[in-house]
């Protein structure tokens, strides 16, 4: 059974450019969250996805955009990259409903802004 | 979101156990207490999760105090692939505003010596 996986695993960009990340959710998953995580820094949550809607948003601007595909599948886009964009991008899927949905993460995705 | 108090870092030897503190003194009566790991460059691990009662997996056990406004992790014989950060989140059952995201603190580093 494949858990969550992530692509690209690294990639490098330049201010101003555009990039998509993408997440294929654990099998048996619907439910897809997307956390940014700074060098050094605890994983910040910037949005979930479940049946293709944007159900929760953290403190994200709007350069911050995602989808969910009829597969679960999703990707994260993000426009207008700035230097403090580079962090590692983590997917993290779960089952719904389920009381405490236990998350399952992906290794990240690791993005370098210059 | 409630919020958890951890220690900055922790040290244990190999084979001895390890417990782990978290302060949660606003914790809701919905609140679960889960525990997420995450080792050096690998996304964050579900350990353990529980509500009132003590919990044991084949990972870890959580003790929660009768109050709930703390809990503790212990991992039983420490070994050098325990070494990684700690993270107590306070979770929302279903329904509950916060369902669906993790809330991370700066979490527990734990060291695990020879």
């Known amino acids: 059974d494949a858990g969550v996986t992530q692509s690209p695993t690294h990639l490098i960009k330049t201010r101003g450019q555009q990039v998509t990340l993408r997440c294929s959710p654990k099998?048996?998953?619907?439910?897809v969250s997307w956390y940014q995580q700074a060098l050094g820094q605890e994983p910040q949550f910037i949005f979930q996805?479940?049946?293709?809607?944007?159900?929760q948003r953290g403190n994200f601007p709007d350069r911050f955009s995602g989808h969910q595909f009829p597969n679960y599948s999703s990707e994260l886009n993000v426009n207008a990259l700035l230097l403090g964009d580079s962090a590692l991008y983590l997917c993290a899927s779960s089952r719904r409903p389920a009381g405490t949905d236990t998350q399952y993460f992906g290794p990240g995705t690791r993005l370098t802004v210059l | 979101d409630a919020k958890t108090t951890q220690p900055n870092s922790m040290e244990s030897n190999e084979e001895e156990p390890v417990h782990l503190p978290c302060n949660h003194s606003?914790?809701?009566?919905?609140?679960?207490i889960h525990w997420y790991r995450q080792l050096p460059s690998q996304g964050p691990e579900y350990v353990i999760h529980g509500l009132t009662s003590n919990v044991n997996n084949r990972m870890a056990s959580l003790a929660i105090a009768e109050d709930r406004k703390s809990s503790t992790l212990i991992l039983h014989r420490a070994t050098l692939r325990d070494a990684a950060v700690y993270y107590c989140?306070?979770?929302?059952?279903?329904?509950?505003?916060?369902?669906?995201?993790?809330?991370f603190g700066q979490g527990t580093i734990l060291t695990v010596h020879p």
């Open positions: 989140i306070l979770r929302a059952n279903a329904g509950g505003t916060s369902y669906g995201k993790l809330t």
């Open positions: 606003t914790i809701s009566g919905t609140d679960y």
């Open positions: 996805y479940y049946e293709e809607e944007e159900r």
């Open positions: 099998s048996g998953h619907d439910t």
